[in-house]
């Protein structure tokens, strides 16, 4: 009888850990198709099952980094709108994220607007070192194409 205690609790770290194992191998997938979108190479389906990974990753973390990868991956795929609005989600959560300030300055349908330029101070408050980091996401070329897609395609 001893024994069952025992027994009941080593189930239950077997499934955790079986759990853990799971959102690790979806987040570790996620953020494999924002890598490939920063490099300007995703197509629909990888942004789909990317986005699909990340968020069942998300499900089983705490933290806002699921959100973040996420609206990183929308935005390396041109997806502003949503990109924005994972963005807002997550600075909603973590008011001081710097990653989800700069999500929210890049997604920005106006790069010089109101919107951007708050999005942008407010990461610059946080911190005052990230212009550079920024400026480097700016100049991604994948970024850079999205943008250009997006400008072609509003009226």
């Known amino acids: 009888m001893a024994r069952l205690p025992v027994i009941?609790?080593?189930?239950?770290v077997v499934v955790l850990l079986a759990v853990q194992f799971q959102a690790q191998r979806h987040e570790r997938r996620g953020i494999e198709a924002v890598n490939t979108a920063s490099d300007g190479k995703a197509t629909p389906d990888v942004v789909?099952?990317?986005?699909?990974?990340?968020?069942k990753a998300r499900r089983f973390r705490a933290d806002g980094s699921g959100l973040r990868s996420?609206?990183?991956?929308l935005l390396f795929s041109?997806?502003?709108?949503?990109a924005s609005r994972v963005a807002r989600e997550l600075v909603d959560a973590e008011p001081e994220n710097f990653d989800g300030w700069v999500a929210m300055n890049l997604a920005s349908p106006d790069r010089s607007g109101p919107q951007a330029k708050l999005a942008r101070a407010?990461?610059?408050?946080?911190n005052p070192f990230g212009?550079?980091?920024?400026?480097a996401l700016e100049a991604l070329p994948a970024l850079r194409q999205a943008y250009r897609r997006a400008q072609t395609r509003s009226p």
């Open 48 to 55: 789909a099952r990317g986005l699909d990974d990340l968020e």
């Open 78 to 82: 041109g997806h502003f709108a949503q």
């Open 8 to 12: 009941l609790v080593a189930a239950a």
């Open 122 to 126: 407010r990461a610059l408050q946080l």
């Open 131 to 135: 212009a550079g980091s920024i400026t």
């Open 70 to 73: 996420e609206a990183n991956l």
